[in-house]
């Protein structure tokens, strides 16, 4: 039926509209209260989230990256300046908390389950907290990191609302895009919100 169909990002003038309202509606839903930044904070994520190429990493020349988590980990604590290492902390909990919520059901086939993710995601956001100088920004970190699960619950609601196969293994999906360049893949992700970019794919072959 008409009615039940799920809406299409592409067709969404303003995103940010459309994923306030829906995150909105999970936090009261679900009885969590989240600070203002925090509300902006998930809106603003999932809206820059809509393109692939924005879930990876750049390296000093810009380009894009995928790493295991532990690996991204590793590479914050490297990194000799503080500001370097809040950022690709803030990175390491942005793309855990994402994928632990929107892709939540691709766990299933996975290895690693959402437990590592949350697990890792809200450590992450506690280490940009503990190098923040601004009170307001360790604030807003701080609820992100104890937060955590609940706010991957209500990344999860976000993705059943704009998913349209909520069977679908989106990140299985993905990877067969990343690989053939299949017209296909890049439909299915795209009728489910997520725009495909070709510097990602070109990258990461």
């Known amino acids: 039926m008409a009615g039940d169909r ?11 509209e459309f994923f306030f ?12 209260t989240a600070g203002a930044e925090a509300e902006f904070y998930l809106v603003h994520l999932m809206n820059r989230f809509m393109t ?6 750049r390296d000093g020349e810009g380009q894009v990256r995928e790493e295991p988590l532990a690996l991204m980990v590793k590479d914050a604590l490297d990194q000799p300046e503080p500001s370097a290492q809040r950022s690709l902390f803030q990175h390491v909990g942005d793309f855990s908390l994402y994928v632990a919520g929107y892709f939540q059901d691709s766990f299933m086939r996975r290895a690693v389950d959402v437990d590592y993710y949350i697990g890792m995601g809200g450590a992450a956001y506690q280490a940009v907290a503990s190098r923040e ?7 807003l970190y701080s609820e992100l990191a104890v937060k955590f699960r609940q706010f991957v619950d209500v990344l999860a609601d976000v993705s059943e609302k ?4 909520r069977e679908a ?10 690989r053939t360049g299949s017209e296909k893949a890049a439909r299915a992700l795209q009728e ?6 070709d510097l990602a794919r070109k990258t990461l072959q």
């Open 21 to 32: 309202e829906l995150i909105r509606d999970s936090l009261a839903r679900r009885k969590v």
């Open 52 to 57: 692939t190429e924005s879930l990876f990493a």
């Open 162 to 165: 704009t998913t349209p196969r």
């Open 192 to 197: 489910a919100g997520i725009i495909p970019s």
């Open 133 to 139: 100088s601004q009170p307001a920004r360790q604030k």
């Open 6 to 16: 799920k809406p299409s990002l592409q067709l969404i003038a303003r995103p940010e």
């Open 169 to 178: 293994d989106l990140l299985r999906t993905y990877e067969k895009w990343v």
